[in-house]
């Protein structure tokens, strides 16, 4: 053989004997075939099979399979963020004339999507309150497909009644997706609600570490799960085996994690709300939050993420109570190892429900630092407000 052929071939050394505890990065655009017969049939190899490293290669199967497992669905799918997982359910299953209902509350980028992309696709678009079944009720129509909920909803936190909203959805043979990423399969096992598509941004718990984004699409039916992977086949969307092995190593320690932020957020939310600067705090696992007795007879855990809602007058010390901060970071996203600030207003995005008040919610990420010294900054944070 010569040099340059020695430079490009990789020689095959003996596995035998070789098991490791970590799952192995399979990196491939293409695959080959054994022979000529082989490839001609590839397409015969059916969805679980290998044939293009688009459609997927050892490392993300396994993670598909974890989190499968965990969610308890015929199958689940990987997509390159928690946005597209919500956007390629949409996209994939909604054609022109149907309806789709989304919760007022549902993630900003899945309500632009809706506005932006989904009406000039001719689909009709309209949002219910996440906490009225009345409201569903009377927005539901005959040509009414999807009904989105996201539960506990982005910023506000309200829980909504999955197991009545999936028979209302029913009746009007509509599908019911749910975004799942707050609670994760861990908490909420949404399609042992009768939720037919669950979502979740694994960029959150799942990742666990603030570097790396994906969703995943989990589906109680076989059939509508392949009509999506065709779909995604056809728009090109894949993920990367590098970011699902980081997937695969920081899901080992999500249980932990999850449990130690649940636990946390119990502790400083209690401290937040004994102060006068404090009107409300929305976590459901607090009895005043919405959705609290939904909360507590769906969901078997609480993520460590809550929004405050500051006392009249309380705001003007805001920025100097982020600035006081010194274990929490300011940012957006949640569920990595460092805890998050993050001042959000919801502005013109929601239309079936009102926002009372000012315009300002603080959502507070709990991450994996001494909560002692989370407790420490929520006194400093609390001590600029008026
Ligand atoms: C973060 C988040 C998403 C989007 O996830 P990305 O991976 O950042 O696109 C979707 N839904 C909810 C509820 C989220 O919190």
Redesign the pocket.
């Known amino acids: 053989m010569r040099d340059e052929t020695k430079c490009v071939l990789t020689p095959m050394v003996n596995e035998a004997g070789y098991k490791s505890l970590a799952p192995a990065v399979h990196r491939a655009s293409t695959i080959v075939f054994e022979d000529a017969k082989a490839y001609a049939t590839r397409s015969r190899r059916g969805p679980d099979g290998y044939s293009y490293g688009l459609y997927g290669t050892p490392t993300t199967r396994q993670l598909e399979a974890k989190l499968q497992a965990l969610s308890g669905a015929a199958r689940t799918m990987l997509v390159p963020?928690?946005?597209?997982s919500?956007a390629v359910a949409a996209l994939a299953l909604l054609s022109a004339g149907d309806h789709v209902l989304i919760t007022d509350n549902a993630?900003p980028?899945m309500r632009s999507l809706a506005d932006d992309d989904l009406r000039r696709f001719g689909i009709l678009v309209d949002y219910y309150d996440p906490t009225s079944l009345e409201d569903l009720r009377s927005r539901i129509r005959p040509e009414t497909k999807l009904v989105w909920c996201?539960s506990p909803g982005?910023t506000t936190l309200e829980v909504q009644d999955i197991p009545a909203i999936v028979a209302i959805a029913r009746e009007a043979g509509a599908m019911v997706g749910c975004?799942n990423?707050?609670a994760t399969s861990l908490a909420f096992k949404a399609h042992a609600f009768g939720v037919d598509i669950v979502s979740e941004?694994l960029?959150?718990y799942a990742s666990g570490h603030s570097d790396l984004?994906?969703?995943a699409m989990s589906f109680t039916d076989e059939g509508t799960a392949l009509k999506v992977r065709a779909f995604m086949g056809r728009t090109g969307i894949g993920v990367s085996p590098d970011d699902a092995a980081l997937v695969l190593r920081g899901m080992e320690t999500m249980a932990l994690r999850f449990a130690h932020a649940e636990a946390g957020a119990h502790r400083l939310t209690a401290r937040l709300k004994a102060h006068p600067a404090v009107a409300d705090i929305y976590w459901p696992p607090l009895e005043d939050s919405p959705g609290y007795d939904l909360w507590k007879r769906d969901f078997t855990g609480a993520a460590g993420v809550f929004t405050v809602v500051l006392a009249e007058g309380a705001s003007s010390g805001l920025d100097d109570a982020l600035g006081a901060l010194k274990t929490f970071a300011i940012g957006a996203?949640w569920g990595g190892t460092r805890s998050l600030v993050a001042p959000m207003s919801i502005g013109t995005a929601r239309s079936a429900t009102e926002v009372k008040g000012e315009d300002l919610f603080i959502r507070f990420s709990v991450g994996l630092e001494a909560i002692e010294e989370l407790e420490a900054d929520i006194d400093a944070f609390l001590a600029c407000l008026k």
């Open positions: 963020s928690g946005q597209a919500n993630y980028a996201e982005s975004d990423t707050w941004a960029t959150k984004l994906m969703g996203s």
